[in-house]
């Protein structure tokens, strides 16, 4: 098992340019997580996903939007990217049964805006 | 919405003492607490968790306490070794959603 992966790994972009970040889980988990990471900041969340075609937002959706296509796919997109969103993207999966379970990361991507 | 306070946001020990982080949380329906450490560079990582119905749980140097009444829980690292050293964060969650504590930077001195 893979877990969960993401990709790309690392990404520069100009103000202005948008881009997607995929992740990918084989664990058949239902709720899926975008978080960003910023220095003294802990995990913030940006949206996530209870199952397959649902989104829901977190604490810090804005200029981000988010599909869920597919229950193992959970893509993160930046429309026009502003170097307030240059941080570390992390992507979660959970099991939804109860009682809740731990989120399992996926590697990091580092984003950067210019 | 639930928020979490995480104390001290760095901490230094020697190798060989202990080590207690504590966070405090908000919203009286979250239900499961777990602790994840984080090393340079890494992703996150479950180290040690504890729910609602719960006090107290230890495993092996890693113990977690919870007082549901005040709304706190604590990490407590006995013996702590310099591979010990990373970020730790607390979570608290309720209905699936996490919400993570600013996190620790502890550093074990050798």
């Known amino acids: 098992n893979a877990g969960v992966t993401q990709t790309p790994k690392f990404r520069v972009l100009k103000t202005g340019q948008s881009m997607t970040l995929l992740c990918a889980q084989d664990?058949?988990?239902?709720?899926m997580y975008w978080y960003r990471q910023d220095p003294g900041m802990g995990l913030r969340l940006i949206h996530y996903s209870v199952g397959e075609g649902t989104t829901a937002k977190g604490e810090v959706p804005d200029g981000y939007n988010v599909s869920r296509l597919k229950k193992q796919n959970f893509l993160l997109g930046l429309e026009s990217a502003a170097p307030s969103q240059t941080s570390v993207y992390f992507c979660?999966?959970?099991?939804?049964?109860?009682?809740?379970?731990?989120?399992?990361f996926g590697e990091g991507s580092r984003l950067t805006v210019l | 919405g639930e928020n979490v306070e995480q104390h001290p946001s760095t901490l230094s020990v020697q190798e060989g003492d202990s080590a207690v982080i504590k966070c405090t949380y908000s919203?009286?329906?979250?239900?499961?607490f777990p602790w994840y450490k984080q090393e340079l560079g890494k992703r996150p990582q479950l180290i040690i968790d504890i729910r609602s119905n719960v006090g107290e749980k230890k495993d092996q140097r890693i113990a977690v306490t919870l007082n549901k009444t005040a709304k706190h829980f604590s990490l407590h690292i006995t013996e702590t070794q310099p591979e010990d050293s990373a970020v730790y964060f607390c979570a608290a969650v309720n209905a699936g959603k996490s919400t993570f504590g600013d996190g620790t930077t502890l550093t074990v001195k050798p």
């Open positions: 979660a999966s959970s099991y939804s049964g109860l009682p809740p379970g731990e989120l399992f």
């Open positions: 919203d009286s329906a979250s239900n499961y």
């Open positions: 664990m058949n988990h239902e709720y």
